[in-house]
């Protein structure tokens, strides 16, 4: 099927994406899924779903500079967003899902719905794929923090992974995780049973809360 989004490679344009937030930048390629932007400092792989709006800037508006290397991620074959994220592993990148707060780390594992992302502030975390509104891949001599490779070795999570995230979920009761990075403290307490879509959790007070498992964007342990 003819992708009518083609047309504006080379365009410079304006995104606007879920909660009011706009990018702007030079559209580099569209996937099947996927729309790469460079934004006059980084490449942006940006999940097409999550794109509400777009608009071509205005010449007062442009004061992107033009790319001047290639995207840090190479292939041969048309993107998808699945093809960024299993290309994109073991690469230190920045992902962004909710809040105000990029989260720089590496893509570990990549399962049928979600994907393991090492943080080296908030250790292993479980990204639901439907979630993630952007990747930014680092440069080859960039590293998160400027962190050592002792500090943060590139090195797969060692623990057992469920093919969905609904079933990963599940091994998990009763453990104590954050959810959605802990947006608010009636997303940390201990993971009692997930049933019919929703998740029973217990709060630091004892208080029983139950969230829609599809609002669940990254869930970890606190012990990971």
């Known amino acids: 099927m003819k992708n009518i989004l083609k047309k504006l490679v080379g365009e410079k344009v304006k995104l606007q994406l879920p909660g009011k937030k706009i990018i ?12 790469v932007l460079f934004d006059g400092k980084d490449y942006l792989y940006l999940p097409i779903v999550h794109i509400q709006k777009i608009t071509k800037l205005e010449p007062k508006e442009d004061d992107i500079p033009p790319p001047s290397g290639t995207p840090n991620i190479e ?8 093809k960024v994220l299993t290309l994109g592993k073991g690469m230190f990148t920045e992902i962004y899902i909710t809040g105000n707060q990029p989260i720089p780390g590496f893509i570990s594992s990549i399962m049928n719905n979600y994907f393991v992302f090492y943080s080296p502030v908030y250790k292993t975390m479980l990204i639901s794929l439907n979630h ?14 400027s962190l050592t490779n002792q500090q943060l070795p590139l090195q797969p999570v060692n623990i057992s992974l469920a093919r969905t995230l609904e079933v990963q979920i599940e091994k998990m009761v ?36 139950y969230l829609n498992m599809h609002d669940i964007k990254t869930i970890h342990f606190t012990n990971m």
């Open 24 to 35: 702007a930048g030079m559209v580099i390629e569209i996937g099947s899924d996927v729309l």
């Open 75 to 82: 292939h041969d074959e048309e993107l998808s967003l699945r």
């Open 132 to 145: 993630l509104k952007w990747l930014i891949p680092y440069t080859a001599n960039q590293r998160p923090y």
């Open 174 to 209: 009763n453990e104590l995780v954050i959810l959605n990075i802990g947006e608010n403290s009636n997303l940390i307490g201990k993971l009692n049973s997930l049933q019919n879509n929703f998740i029973e959790l217990i709060t630091a007070r004892e208080e029983l809360i």
